[in-house]
């Protein structure tokens, strides 16, 4: 099926900047979309930023202007550029992708997720 391979994430200072990467490969034949969630303790997992096949972007409230994210369609790989952290940025990412794949159809796959923490 499909793999993610997501990098990226460890500790930061707040106002630091962190960048997070997430690769995709197996048989994908098209991938609708790719972004990131995110889950703090005690609190549900929300979205934090999403780009479609055709670059549309949206992104949670608490990240717009400080966060970007892109895409590489050659690499399959989705890259999350986040600046200006802050301590409640502290949470672990995962990776979400919506992909056509041989043999398959339609499917959504998840990351194993990557911890980010902004403290000082």
């Known amino acids: 099926q499909v793999q993610l391979v997501e990098s990226g994430g460890g500790l930061v200072q707040p106002g630091g900047s962190m960048r997070l990467s997430c690769a995709a490969s197996g048989s994908i034949i098209s991938i609708n979309y790719m972004g990131w969630y995110r889950q703090a303790p005690g609190k549900q997992r929300e979205l934090v930023a999403r780009?479609?096949?055709?670059?549309?972007?949206n992104y949670a409230d608490s990240v717009k202007g400080r966060f970007t994210i892109s895409r590489d369609n050659a690499k399959n790989t989705v890259y999350l550029q986040m600046n200006s952290l802050k301590p409640e940025d502290t949470a672990v990412y995962y990776c979400?992708?919506?992909?056509?794949?041989?043999?398959?159809?339609?499917?959504?796959?998840w990351g194993q997720g990557t911890q980010v923490t902004v403290s000082s």
């Open positions: 780009i479609t096949g055709g670059s549309s972007r």
């Open positions: 979400n992708v919506a992909a056509v794949v041989d043999g398959y159809g339609y499917q959504i796959y």
